[in-house]
């Protein structure tokens, strides 16, 4: 449910900040950001602005993510994997535990719509699979 009194802006800020600084540091994953985000700062503030529209409702995001994903040459579900294990590591480390619940439940949710749009997109023919439950 969107909430304004989840959180405050600064606790998402500081949540994006600690998340995407493990992500570009990510064996696995980092690679693919840092081939693509070139200007980390407008991305903090990018996706600042989408976890304060999802948990917040603040409507300060506007962009079209499903494309920025399928525009991604390789996508598969152990990217997805680590980009949530990162994601609930770095939660952990929140002390709002409301705000952990709600982000963890959208970002599973939005991360298996992203992998289904990706797939559909890449293989229209083939029947989009799930992504695995989180371990
Ligand atoms: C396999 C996992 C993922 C990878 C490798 C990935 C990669 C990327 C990359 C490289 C960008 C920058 C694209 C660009 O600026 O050209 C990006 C942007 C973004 N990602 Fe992801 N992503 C992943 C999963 C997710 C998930 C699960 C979410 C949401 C819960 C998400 C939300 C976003 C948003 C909102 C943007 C900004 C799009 C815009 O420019 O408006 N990503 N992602």
Redesign the pocket.
């Known amino acids: 449910m969107i909430n304004p009194a989840l959180c405050t802006e600064e606790e998402i800020a500081a949540f994006v900040r600690a998340f995407y600084t493990r992500v570009r540091n990510d064996e696995l ?1 980092g690679p ?2 840092n ?3 070139h200007d980390w700062e407008h ?1 903090f503030v ?2 600042t602005d ?1 976890w304060s529209s999802v948990l917040r409702g603040s409507g300060r ?1 506007s ?3 499903m494309q ?2 399928t ?2 040459e390789e ?1 598969k579900p152990e ?2 994997e ?3 294990k990162l ?1 609930r590591q770095t939660l952990d480390e929140q002390p709002n535990e409301a705000m952990r619940e709600r982000a963890t439940a ?2 599973e949710r ?2 298996q719509s ?1 992998w289904y749009g990706w797939q559909m997109d890449k293989y229209p023919d083939r029947m989009p699979t799930d992504l695995p439950p989180a371990a």
């Open positions: 994953i693919i950001f081939a693509h985000v991305h990018l996706l989408f995001y962009g079209t993510p920025k994903h525009a991604l996508l990217f997805f680590r980009w949530l994601f959208a970002a939005i991360a992203l």
